[in-house]
C-alpha cells in the first residue's frame, strides 16, 4: 500500500489507484499523512481543514469527514484510526512517498560526501521519480502548503542541486546545461547553481560564456536581491580568469565526448522557406527592419494578418528567415492552429518552448503563468525569434510573447488582433499581376510561357491574385510538363469548374475558404452568402441592407466583421470589395444552406422588384 503527497493526493492499495475526490477529505486526509504514526488533535485538524475558519458544527462534520474517507478509501481506510483527542494515519515509512524522498535524499548526500558520485547521482534521480508535480497541488490549504509543501519544495530544490554535483563530478558537463539553465532562471538567488553553470561551461571550454554568466548573476542578485555574489561565486570567477587547471574536473566519459549537447544547441525550428518564393518585397524589408531594429526597449513584435490563401505564413516563414542571422540564439516556431475547431493551448506551446530551450520534462511547471515566467526568464538575455502561426486571438498570444527587448515575435492570422499592443502591422492581399505571371513562369519554365501569353493571362485572372491558387496552379502545370498552359486556362475558365480544378495534394481554395466561412457567426456567415448572389464587383452599404433586410447600420457591422476576416476589403467609405474567390465559395454555401426561397427574396429585395433572371441567378 502506497499514500502520496508529492504531485495530487493519492492512495495505491496494490494495482488499484485510488483518487480522495471530496477537497475537505484531501486536507483531512494530507493533514494526517504529514504526522503520520501521531495523534493529530481534532482541535488542529479543524483549524487545517477550515483554515483558521472553522464553522460551528466542526467537530461534528470532522467526524462526518472521517467516516466517508474510510469509506472511500477502501481497505487503506483501516489505516485511520480513532484515538483520545484525535486521529492517527498508521502507515508504514516505505508506504509514503515523503518519506522515501527523504531517505534517498539522505542516502545520496552521503555518497556524495564519499565521493561515490556515480551512486550519488543514482539515488538522487530515484529520489525525484517520486515527484508528480508540486507537492500537496490538489490540497486546498494554505497551513499545509505553507508548512509542508515549501519544505518540500525547497527539499526537492536540493536533491536537485546535489544531483547536478555528482554530474559534474562525473564529467557530465554537456547533460547539465539545459536544467541548470532552467534552475538558474527560476531559483536566480541560489548561487551554487550558478557556480555549477558556470562551472559546466567553463569545462567545456567556452571561458568567455562562463564570464558573461557571472556578469548576469551579479546584475540580478543587484537589482533583485541588492547584494554582491558571494564568496563562492566570485572564487569561481576569479578561478575561471586565471585559467585555474584544478576547475577542469574530470575527463567526459565517451557517452559525454559523443553526445550532441542537444541541450545546448539553440533551437531552430522554422519551417523551410518556400524555393520559389515570389513577390512581397516591400513586405519582407518591413518586416525584416521591424524585427532586427536595435536599440528597442520592448521585444519587436508583427503581426502579419490576411484572408485564407493569401499567403501569410509563407510570408511570415520568409522573413524570419531573412532576419536569423539577427538572431543567434535560435528560433522558435509554433502552429496555433487559430483557424482550427481546436486551437492549441498556450500551455502546450509553452511546454515545447520550454522543452526546446533546455528544460527538463520534469522542470516544467503546471500552471500556465508558472510556464509563461519561466519562459521570459529563460528568454531573458538573449536574442531570439519567436514565430507563432495561424493565432486564434490575442489572448492566445499574450502567454507566448517574451519580455526582454532583445527578442522579436512575429504572429500571423486571419484576424487583425487590434488589441495587441505596440505590434507593428503587416496585410497579405492578393498578388499584383506580374508577380502572379512570375510565379506562374517560375513553375511552367519561361517558354512555355511565352508561348501562349494569353493563357498565362487568363490563369492570373481566373485566381484573382491569390497566392494559394496560383500555387496549386504553379504545381499542376510543374506535374504536367508536357502539357500547355491553354490546358488548364480553360479548365478553369470553364463554367462552374473554377473551384473543382483549384486543388493539388493538400492544396484546396475550396476547403480552405469553406473553413473561413464556417468559422464565421451566423449573421455574417449568412450576410457572406446572400451578398455574394448580386452582381457587382463592389458591395455598397445600402444595397446590402436591401438584401440581407437588415438597418444600415446593423448592416455596416456585418460587413466589417468580414473585413476584418479579410473576406471583405475596404473600397472607400460605405463601399466594400470581394476578396479573391471568397464569392465564388459563399454562392456554393449559400445553394448548400439557404432555401431556394430566401436566395430569390434576397435579389429581389437588391432589385426592388422580382425579376425573371433573379430566379435563374438563384
Known sequence: MEFGILGPLQIRDDAELRVVAAAKQRVLLAALLVRRGQVVPTELLVDTVWDACPPPSAATTLRN?????????????????????????????????????????????????????????????????????????????????????????????????????????????????????????????????????????YRSGRQSEALGVYQQVRRILGEEFGVEPGTELRCVHQRILASDPDLEGPAPTAEERSAVRLADLPPVQLPPDLADFTGRCAETADLRCRLTAHGRRAPAAAVVS?????????????????????????????????????????????????????????????????????????LAGRRLLVVLDDAADSAQVRPLLPADPANSVLVTCRGRLADLAGAHRVHTAALPDTDARALLEHAAGPDRAAADPQATAALVRACEGLPLALRICAARLTARPSRGIRDLADRLTDDGRLLDELHAGDLDVRRRLTAAHDALDPAAARALRLLSLADGATVRVATAARVLDESPAHTEDLLEQLVDTHLLTDHRPGEYRWSPLVRPVARERSLLL???PERRRALERAAHRSDPLAAVAC
Open 594 to 596: 439557404d432555401s431556394e
Open 306 to 378: 490576411g484572408g485564407p490563401g493569401t499567403g501569410k505564413t509563407a510570408l511570415a516563414v520568409h522573413a524570419a528567415h531573412a532576419a536569423r542571422p539577427d538572431h543567434p540564439d535560435g528560433t522558435l516556431y509554433a502552429d496555433l492552429h487559430g483557424s482550427h475547431p481546436d486551437p492549441a493551448p498556450p500551455g502546450a506551446v509553452l511546454r515545447g518552448f520550454l522543452l526546446a530551450l533546455g528544460a527538463a520534462p520534469e522542470a516544467v511547471p503546471a500552471r500556465l503563468d508558472e510556464r509563461t515566467a519561466l519562459y521570459r526568464t529563460m
Open 65 to 201: 469527514y472521517v467516516m466517508r474517507l474510510r469509506k472511500g478509501m477502501g481497505r487503506a481506510g483501516e489505516r485511520i484510526e480513532t484515538r483520545a483527542g484525535g486521529y492517527l494515519v498508521n502507515i508504514e515509512p516505505g508506504e509514503f512517498d515523503a518519506h522515501r524522498f527523504t531517505s534517498l535524499r539522505l542516502l545520496g548526500t552521503e555518497a556524495l560526501r564519499q565521493g561515490a558520485a556515480r551512486r550519488a547521482a543514482d539515488l538522487f534521480d530515484e529520489a525525484l521519480a517520486l515527484w508528480r508535480g508540486p507537492a500537496l497541488v490538489d490540497v486546498d490549504s494554505d497551513a499545509l502548503r505553507r508548512a509542508e509543501g515549501e519544505r518540500l519544495a525547497e527539499a526537492r530544490l536540493d536533491v536537485q542541486e546535489f544531483r547536478l554535483e555528482a554530474e559534474l563530478m562525473l564529467g557530465r558537463h554537456a547533460a547539465a546545461f539545459g536544467e541548470l539553465r532552467v534552475l538558474t532562471a527560476a531559483h536566480p538567488e541560489r548561487e551554487r547553481l550558478w557556480v555549477q553553470l558556470m562551472t559546466a561551461l
